[in-house]
C-alpha cells in the first residue's frame, strides 16, 4: 500500500489478534482485486452503558490505484447475534467489501447492467373501498396503482403523503405503478 493501513478501534482494547485478522483480510482482498493504495478500518465496540450483546460496528473504506473505492458501511443488524463477535464483525466487514468489488468488476466488464433506482413518488390518494390509489411522482404526474402492487401491507394501510417507490410500467389505461413500496409514513401535526 502506498499509505499505511489505518485502523481506528474505539471502546475497547486492540489486541495483536485483531490487527493480525484484519491484515489477513486485506491481504485475501489484494490477492483477487490487485494492490490497494490506501485502507482505513475502523472499529466501534458497544458502549460500557449499553446492554450486553451488542454488535460491533467496523466499517472499511479502501482505495484502489483504478480509481475504484469499497466503502462498507457499518452493520445495522441488531438482532444478529453473530455481530457480537468482534472477529464475525471484521470478516463480516470484509465480506461485503469483496462483494462490493466483485458487482464493480463486473459492472466494469459489462456482464451486468447498472442498477437503477425505483422512483419515488407520495400517495395522492386512496379509493374508499381500498382497491387502488394514485401517487403522484416526484416530476409531478399522477399514476394510478392497485392494491395488488403494494409490497408488505395493505392499500387500506397507506395514507395520503406517505412517500412511496415504485416500478412504473404501461397499463390498459396509460402508466400504472407496480411494487408499491413505502419508504416514510406521513406524519399529521397535532
Same mark, same amino acid.
Given at each position: 500500500?502506498?499509505? *499505511?493501513? &489505518?485502523?481506528?478501534? &474505539?471502546?475497547?482494547?486492540p489486541s495483536s489478534h485483531v490487527r493480525e485478522l484484519i491484515e489477513t483480510n486485506l491481504a485475501k482482498v489484494e490477492a483477487r482485486f490487485g494492490r490497494i493504495t490506501s485502507c482505513?478500518?475502523?472499529? !466501534? %465496540?458497544? @458502549?460500557a452503558h449499553h446492554r450486553?450483546?451488542?454488535?460491533?460496528?467496523?466499517?472499511?473504506?479502501a482505495a484502489? *490505484?483504478? @480509481?475504484?473505492?469499497?466503502?462498507v458501511g457499518k452493520v445495522s443488524r441488531p438482532n444478529d447475534r453473530r455481530q457480537t463477535d468482534v472477529n464475525f464483525a471484521i470478516n463480516d466487514a470484509f465480506r461485503r467489501a469483496v462483494r462490493q468489488l466483485r458487482d464493480q468488476t463486473r459492472l466494469l466488464r459489462g456482464e451486468v447492467k447498472p442498477?437503477?433506482? %425505483?422512483?419515488t413518488g407520495v400517495v395522492a390518494r386512496v379509493s374508499g373501498d381500498g382497491e387502488f390509489g394514485y401517487v403522484t411522482t416526484d416530476d409531478g404526474r399522477e399514476i394510478y396503482f392497485h392494491a395488488n402492487s403494494v409490497l408488505n401491507g395493505k392499500l387500506i394501510d397507506l395514507r395520503p403523503g406517505d412517500r412511496v417507490?415504485? !416500478?412504473e410500467e404501461v397499463g390498459e389505461k396509460g402508466p400504472q405503478a407496480s411494487t408499491v413500496r413505502v419508504l416514510s409514513r406521513h406524519q399529521k401535526n397535532h
Open positions: 500500500m502506498e499509505t *499505511p493501513l &489505518q485502523i481506528e478501534i &474505539q471502546g475497547f482494547k482505513r478500518v475502523a472499529i !466501534h %465496540a458497544p @458502549g450486553a450483546g451488542e454488535p460491533y460496528a467496523v466499517s472499511i473504506r484502489l *490505484p483504478n @480509481g475504484r473505492e469499497v466503502n442498477a437503477r433506482r %425505483a422512483p417507490a415504485y !416500478h
